[in-house]
């Protein structure tokens, strides 16, 4: 019925203020130096849809779930069954409103909430970006997308992803003819190599901002819970990158590297490392294919997973 705007302990001289264009858009909602591609607060999640493939009845479905506030119905859920596994499933959110204008922006964010099966870990999710300049749908054979990648664990609480989009790289079925940001149609997420039990992982508060990045563990790695584990250096490289692992005590450690798909492409350590001193592990290039990998630590009182690329 109302909207009121009221102010007090009011003192000195008269003045004003002017009010205009009072709006409510849960589509494109200013919010903290970001617009919202979607926030999913008014429960209506027919913009998305789910899909899945590549193995034997592996699928996958989205609706509408609590949101990162806990209210009801205010985020997406996407629900996995890997089937007899291998397949890949995903899920896709449309602009409610055509295409988005994300010109000028820095990041993407998302609130995410992973509820995985440790049999899936480590666990890649693929997020893509489709544009539809022409206005007619996205097409592959005349539209751009740029993709990243951003590891989740088991951890089902929401936490906040935000990625540079700097990261993005145009997709392997992209044109690479210049994405344009001022006609995102599709954020598009997409996980394979999927194996065990059924799963899900909800979204919500997706927007595109110009603010600095707030913490992950994929983009700021640094010292937790006594151990301290380092970006790969170099990171893109070429011929080699070396990882460094110190603990606040002993204790049995793998260290491991995988593919986007989750197959594990090298071992370079499995044993008890000693404490208080620095242990550094090399990953070699020979016999990799250039692309995006994945190094998780894993010990008898921590894991952590972070990325390197290679060139």
């Known amino acids: 019925?109302?909207?009121?705007?009221?102010?007090?302990g009011l003192t000195g001289?008269?003045?004003?203020?002017?009010?205009?264009?009072?709006?409510?858009?849960?589509?494109?909602?200013i919010l903290g130096g970001g617009i919202f591609f979607d926030d999913f607060n008014d429960g209506n999640v027919d913009n998305t849809?789910?899909?899945?493939?590549?193995?034997?009845?592996?699928?996958?479905?989205?609706?509408p779930t609590d949101g990162s506030s806990g209210d009801p119905d205010t985020g997406l859920n996407l629900g996995v069954d890997p089937g007899t596994g291998g397949g890949f499933a995903g899920a896709f959110i449309t602009f409610p409103g055509g295409t988005f204008d994300a010109t000028g922006a820095g990041y993407f964010f998302a609130s995410v909430?992973?509820?995985?099966?440790?049999?899936?870990?480590p666990f890649v999710l693929e997020i893509t970006l489709q544009e539809d300049p022409g206005g007619d749908g996205f097409d592959p054979a005349v539209?751009?997308?740029?993709?990243?990648?951003?590891?989740?664990?088991?951890?089902?609480?929401?936490?906040?992803?935000q990625i540079p989009l700097?990261?993005?790289q145009d997709s392997p079925a992209g044109l690479n003819d210049g994405f344009d940001f001022s006609s995102?149609?599709?954020?598009?997420f997409v996980a394979g190599g999927l194996t065990g039990d059924?799963?899900?992982?909800?979204?919500?508060?997706?927007?595109?901002?110009?603010?600095?990045?707030?913490?992950?563990?994929?983009?700021?790695?640094?010292?937790?819970?006594?151990?301290?584990?380092?970006?790969?250096?170099?990171?893109?490289f070429q011929t080699s990158a070396r990882v460094e692992l110190s603990l606040d005590r002993a204790e049995a450690v793998r260290v491991e590297v995988y593919d986007v798909l989750g197959r594990q492409v090298a071992l370079l350590h499995d044993g008890t490392l000693a404490a208080q001193t620095p242990h550094s592990f090399t990953l070699n290039a020979r016999g990799l294919a250039s692309g995006l990998y994945l190094y998780r630590v894993t010990g008898e009182s921590f894991s952590a997973t972070r990325r390197v690329i290679l060139n």
């Open 1 to 8: 019925l109302n909207v009121v705007f009221v102010a007090g």
């Open 13 to 29: 001289d008269p003045f004003a203020i002017s009010f205009d264009e009072i709006v409510f858009d849960v589509t494109n909602t």
């Open 49 to 63: 849809g789910a899909f899945a493939g590549g193995a034997d009845n592996t699928g996958a479905g989205t609706g």
């Open 113 to 121: 909430r992973p509820s995985l099966q440790a049999s899936n870990l």
């Open 143 to 161: 539209d751009d997308e740029l993709r990243t990648f951003y590891s989740l664990d088991l951890n089902a609480d929401w936490r906040e992803v």
């Open 166 to 168: 700097a990261t993005f």
């Open 184 to 188: 995102i149609l599709n954020v598009v």
């Open 198 to 236: 059924p799963f899900a992982i909800s979204f919500d508060d997706i927007l595109f901002t110009s603010s600095t990045p707030v913490s992950n563990e994929e983009f700021v790695p640094g010292t937790v819970d006594g151990f301290a584990l380092s970006a790969a250096y170099p990171n893109p």
